[in-house]
């Protein structure tokens, strides 16, 4: 098992889920010995749960991730920065997409399913749409609930737009790993 590749799912499960266990568990369908051992390396997982594993990224969030294990590969001082390198490199294209006029931006809150009226984060989602069904390019955030307080004094999309260019990266990638 990649250490790189490894550490990448693990952040993006972290961001996406409530918990390691809520993942392999729920999403995935296994048990805690078969996560573990496919962890190690020790065991493959049937190519639909891994295929499931890939689906945590986007198509352009898996050919980065892709890219940044290829960094870590030929330059060894950034194995230990990688996660933090994707999540800044996200941010970058993100805005990147943005500022050329291409990439369009929109805010998904989530609720708790325990807690409908408890808002726990905020998905923002950066797209290039190619006006073909499944080819749009899609970076994904999940960010605190709290930072839409700071969008939403200005319900408009270019207070999103000036957020995302000002705030992004910063919030994004100083959220705890």
Avoid at 37 to 55: C, F, T, V
Avoid at 68 to 95: G, S
Wanted: proline share 3%; with cysteine.
């Amino acid at each position: 098992m990649n250490p790189i590749y490894l550490d990448l799912v693990l952040n993006t499960i972290l961001e996406q889920f409530q918990s390691e266990e809520d993942f392999y568990h729920n999403y995935l369908g296994i048990e805690e010995a078969q996560w573990q051992q496919w962890k190690k390396g020790s065991n493959n997982l049937p190519p639909e749960i891994s295929q499931k594993i890939k689906n945590l990224f986007s198509d352009y969030e898996w050919m980065l991730s892709q890219k940044v294990i290829r960094q870590a590969f030929l330059f060894p001082e950034k194995r230990q920065t990688a996660v933090a390198e994707y999540r800044e490199m996200k941010t970058i294209v993100a805005q990147k997409w943005i500022a050329c006029g291409l990439g369009t931006v929109e805010l998904i809150p989530y609720k708790n399913k325990n807690d409908e009226e408890k808002q726990d984060y905020i998905d923002l989602r950066v797209t290039i749409n190619y006006d073909s069904w499944g080819y749009s390019d899609i970076l994904s955030f999940r960010l605190p609930a709290r930072v839409q307080n700071q969008i939403e004094s200005s319900q408009t999309q270019t207070a999103l737009l000036d957020w995302v260019n000002e705030n992004l990266t910063e919030t994004y990638t100083s959220l705890e790993d």
